[in-house]
């Protein structure tokens, strides 16, 4: 199979047919643009495992994603699309990069939901940016941005839902959109790689920030995630 892209965590190769991709789940975990790393035995099989599910259900709740099946352990068909290359973080409690920036108490539930966009760069370790920086640097039209604002709420309402009845709050993840037909579609992976999820009860972090700040067991966090979505899972 033909290499396409190979990012911090994923593979894309190109599938036999050429409207299609095959997204590959690596082991690499990365925090603060790459400066940190290490492999976790099985974290892409997992991911996938959660992803596809995330996904499956995005689908069938009519949000239009590049995600047509999960093939293997560690490997999604997915449709091709032009990468919009602007990270869409969704907040709903304060954490992670918005404490720093604002002084906002972690852990405060947001009024509504926040939207914020990130310029995917490495060399400029990703900068927050706003609605006329996407314009001025032709990352997206106006129009596209207010869909994908639109359709990023509604996604949220949705993976609310999806993690409150397995008792793990949704406080923040990323997203990324691409663009096929002239149609916005979600791409990339929902996974605890991209998402901040707290257990209810405990406020326990169950998803990347584990390996980001030394805490807890990665591995039995995710394979918890995992549990409690009830995934039937061989091999994991
Ligand atoms: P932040 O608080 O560091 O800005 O992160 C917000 C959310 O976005 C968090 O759930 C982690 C996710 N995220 C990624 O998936 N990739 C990234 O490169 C960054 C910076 C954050």
Known sequence: MK?????????????????????????????????KKRDFNKKGIINNLISSD??????????????????????????????????????????????????????????TPLIEFYFKCDELDDPFISDDHITLLNLANRDDI????????????LLIKYFRKINFILVDYKLEFGILNKKIILAD???????RLWDIKTKISFDKDIFRENKGNLLKSYNEIIKRLKIEVKNV
Do not use: M, W
């Not at 990270?87 to 947001?110: D, F, T």
């Open 189 to 195: 992976e929902i996974s605890p790689d991209s998402c």
């Open 146 to 157: 207010k869909k994908i604002k639109k359709v990023s709420i509604k996604i949220n309402n």
């Open 54 to 111: 995330i996904f499956i259900y995005l689908n069938k709740n009519n949000i239009r994603t590049h995600f047509v099946k999960k093939i293997s352990e560690r490997e999604q068909l997915i449709k091709k699309v032009d990468i919009i290359p602007v990270e869409v973080v969704v907040r709903n409690y304060a954490a992670g990069s918005l404490v720093k920036r604002l002084a906002i108490k972690k852990g405060k539930k947001l009024k």
């Open 3 to 35: 290499l396409v892209l190979e990012g911090k965590a994923k593979k894309i190769f190109q599938s036999e047919n050429k409207s299609y991709y095959i997204q590959y789940f690596k082991d690499s975990a990365t925090a603060f643009n790459n400066k």
